[in-house]
């Protein structure tokens, strides 16, 4: 082989090797930044992960909001008209944050079965639910409880 070829050869094999090691180390770093969302069935059936970073939503169960007089916090069910399962969240929740309404948090699912919230989002408007709620929820109308009105994005 000539020289220049080895050269080229080489070179060529270098950076391969190299882009290939960066591209592998870009997703080792990312894949403890995704965040899967679940459904309160699947959360209550023992489907997801414990201790890691997932997202959830559903309905605000009306009447289960619990605010701590002395701090900032706050606990609330989360329904997809099936099943309920408990948020614990410490912060200064949405100004659009209601009960009967769609939210989704974000947090983690710890070995004591509670949900520990890290952030709480809420609807934009009257008529948004987000795409995963709303799916979660048309998915399981037969047993939806009329408290969450199920409209999707642009209905």
Sequence with gaps: MHPVRRQRLFFILFIVFFSSVAVGL???????????????????????????????GGCVRPGSVSRDRETLETTFLLTDGIVDFRVHYTGILPDLFAEGEAAVVNGELRADGGFYATQVLAKHDEKYMPPEVAETMAAVSDGHDESCEVVQYGS
């Excluded at 899967?36 to 959830?56: K, N, Q, T, W």
């Design 26 to 56: 870009m997703a080792f770093a990312l894949r403890d930044n995704i965040n899967l969302f679940y459904p309160p069935s699947m959360i209550v059936a023992g489907e997801v992960p414990l201790d890691r970073r997932i997202r959830a």
